[in-house]
């Protein structure tokens, strides 16, 4: 079955940096469109960056554009998320997901399977 596990959260300081990492399993994961979505504490879900299948087209929210990396290596079946320049604002757990369609331009849509979380906490 499919399994997502993400790792690489934890406890840094504003200004630093985390990468995150989510093992992928059970799917072709070279063949599917993969995203980064985060919940803040006491918030709702945030999406925050997709990647296309083979990796050429990137997609980020406004507010991490120019901190944040989206990448993947479809020989290790593992998406990657550089995080630089963190701010308190990005505290949240962070979830990678598999989306199940792609359109032309590598964008994905409908998640079909998400991974349980990493945290990630931004303080001083």
């Known amino acids: 079955q499919v399994q997502l596990v993400e790792s690489g959260g934890g406890l840094v300081q504003p200004g630093g940096s985390l990468r995150l990492s989510c093992a992928a399993s059970?799917?072709?994961?070279?063949?599917?469109?993969m995203t980064w979505v985060r919940q803040a504490p006491g918030k709702g879900l945030e999406w925050v960056s997709d990647i296309s299948s083979g990796g050429d087209n990137t997609y980020y929210t406004d507010s991490v554009k120019g901190r944040f990396t989206i990448s993947r290596d479809n020989a290790k079946n593992t998406l990657y998320l550089q995080m630089n320049s963190l701010k308190p604002e990005d505290t949240a757990l962070y979830y990678c997901?598999?989306?199940?369609?792609?359109?032309?331009?590598?964008?994905?849509?409908?998640?079909?399977?998400w991974g349980k979380g990493t945290l990630v906490t931004v303080s001083s």
């Open positions: 997901a598999k989306f199940l369609y792609e359109n032309s331009k590598g964008r994905g849509w409908c998640m079909d399977n």
């Open positions: 059970g799917f072709t994961f070279s063949n599917y469109p």
